[in-house]
């Protein structure tokens, strides 16, 4: 993140002859994102290593500001009312909601998307929100101070960004937010989403054609890139995302398959991935939770015997001990006509796929996949294809039923291809691809210490080695952890 936007910066001062400002926490925050406890020690080393960084790559070519200048207000956490994680997650402050981008970070180091909040946790999100109400004021009079024509950051999803996103927008002044995409062999390109977020289905809907006509193709190519996507991710090859899938299909189906039945195939998602985005992606689901669209359907059809629905868990939730994963084991307990496929199961879903009558997704890319495949897909939830025209997407629940009921055809047409495409090939978004950055290499490095891994970054060193820095900065943060004190208790239970 950090080498991002200081190379970003380096190209800004060096192109554009542009002033920039580094907006530095310095404390601001009680805890954050990479020291979720507020260890003091964490927070001291971030300090002078994040000053040392930006003295080393940009000397007196940037001016920092430190928020706690701007800061004039007296909010106090005690004004903070909240009792469950719904409350938190629908808390705004100034228009803006915090909530959202608070329960993000949350959920991204816990993976509870519930959490339980009593005497023993409320300190903790009441402090998420007090500080992210804390930087809203500040930035304010920061923007108001210095009237910046661009603010940059990074993704924007988290508590510590996306209030900077939402004042940029409100103020009239360009958001860009960075992310940057694997180009494999440990490299990345950067890539900038403009007033938008990187996750925004509406947002980022452009890329879909810009991606598919990009002139750096040659005619045709766009068509078999897109194919090799769909076939990599059926054949467990990398294609732009983990690889769920070990190895080609077998044909090996669950020992109850039977034939003669309506035999209908559920892929559930990581639900914790996608719970905490924003309003967008809540507004087109049909059910609220993804564990009562499933309770509802087989409660529906729990007298027919001539269906049998078969719910592959999302690999990703393998060892997740938290409600929304454990209890969709239930359902196999409560329902004669329904089979649930562990997270560890060795069955290929793409068997399950090619055997099934249609699909049912809540959002993942393997509905996408079921499409291209020929397959009917039925979408409950928010997607990038959700506009696309490429699923039965209900309204209702009395319009999804009687999609199960009825005999549909995939609804196959080219933008399934430029979906593909997108997934796979996002060269024509990248600000550059070669090289890759264009003064400082941001791409991290792996070393194995003991039974941890450092990361180092070759813009790092420590006697001309980004290896020693490397190390040097693990034991520096085991140090701390072992020595200094905890501001906070990461919550761990869930309501």
């Known amino acids: 993140m950090f080498g991002v936007l200081l190379d970003e910066a380096k190209k800004l001062i060096e192109a554009k002859k542009s002033k920039v400002y580094i907006v530095m926490c310095e404390g601001f925050f009680d805890h954050c994102l990479t020291n979720p406890t507020g260890n003091t020690g964490i927070c001291a080393l971030c300090k002078s290593q994040t000053k040392k960084i930006i003295s080393n790559t940009l000397g007196d070519q940037a001016t920092i500001l430190k928020l706690s200048d701007y800061y004039d207000s007296k909010l106090s956490k005690d004004k903070i009312s909240i009792s469950t994680s719904e409350e938190f997650k629908k808390f705004n402050y100034k228009d803006i909601g915090i909530g959202y981008s608070a329960l993000s970070s949350y959920v991204h180091l816990t993976r509870n998307q519930k959490p339980k909040i009593d005497k023993d946790s409320i300190d903790y999100f009441k402090n998420q929100l007090l500080q992210s109400m804390k930087l809203i004021d500040a930035f304010s009079n920061l923007i108001d101070d210095i009237k910046p024509d661009r603010v940059c950051s990074f993704n924007g999803r988290f508590n510590e960004i996306r209030p900077v996103f939402e004042i940029a927008l409100i103020k009239k002044v360009e958001a860009y937010l960075y992310e940057f995409e694997p180009l494999g062999n440990g490299q990345s390109a950067k890539v900038v989403f403009k007033n938008v977020l990187p996750h925004s289905i509406v947002g980022n809907k452009w890329k879909f054609e810009h991606c598919w006509n990009d002139s750096n193709l040659v005619p045709g ?74 309770k509802f359907t087989f409660e529906s059809y729990k007298n027919d015997e001539s269906f049998h629905f078969y719910l592959r868990v999302h690999p990703n939730l393998k060892g997740i001990a938290y409600k929304y994963h454990q209890n969709l084991y239930e359902f196999e307990k409560e329902y004669s006509n329904v089979t649930i496929i562990g997270a560890e199961e060795s069955i290929n879903s793409y068997d399950l796929l090619d055997a099934s009558e249609k699909v049912i997704v809540f959002g993942s890319t393997m509905g996408l996949e079921a499409v291209y495949w020929g397959k009917p897909v039925i979408l409950l939830g928010c ?92 034991g520096l943060k085991f140090l701390s952890l072992l020595l200094f004190p905890d501001k906070f208790s990461l919550p761990k239970k869930e309501e």
């Open 383 to 474: 997607s990038w294809y959700y506009y696309e025209d490429v699923c039965y997407i209900p309204k209702t629940t009395n319009e999804f039923l009687k999609l199960i009921k009825q005999e549909l055809k995939p609804k196959y047409n080219s933008n399934v291809l430029k979906l593909g495409l997108f997934f796979y090939y996002r060269k024509s978004t990248y600000i550059e691809s070669n090289p890759v950055y264009s003064y400082f290499n941001y791409n991290p490095i792996k070393y194995q210490l003991f039974n941890k891994i450092a990361v180092g970054y070759h813009y790092q060193k420590l006697f001309n080695s980004t290896k020693l820095r490397a190390y040097y900065i693990a």
């Open 221 to 294: 190519e766009n068509v078999k890139l897109s194919e090799e996507f769909f076939h990599n991710k059926r054949n467990g090859i990398a294609a732009g995302d983990k690889v769920y899938v070990k190895g080609t299909t077998t044909g090996k189906l669950p020992d109850n398959w039977n034939s003669n039945k309506r035999n209908i195939v559920i892929f559930n998602s990581s639900e914790d991935e996608y719970v905490s985005i924003g309003e967008e992606w809540e507004s087109l689901t049909l059910f609220k939770e993804q564990i009562e669209g499933l």
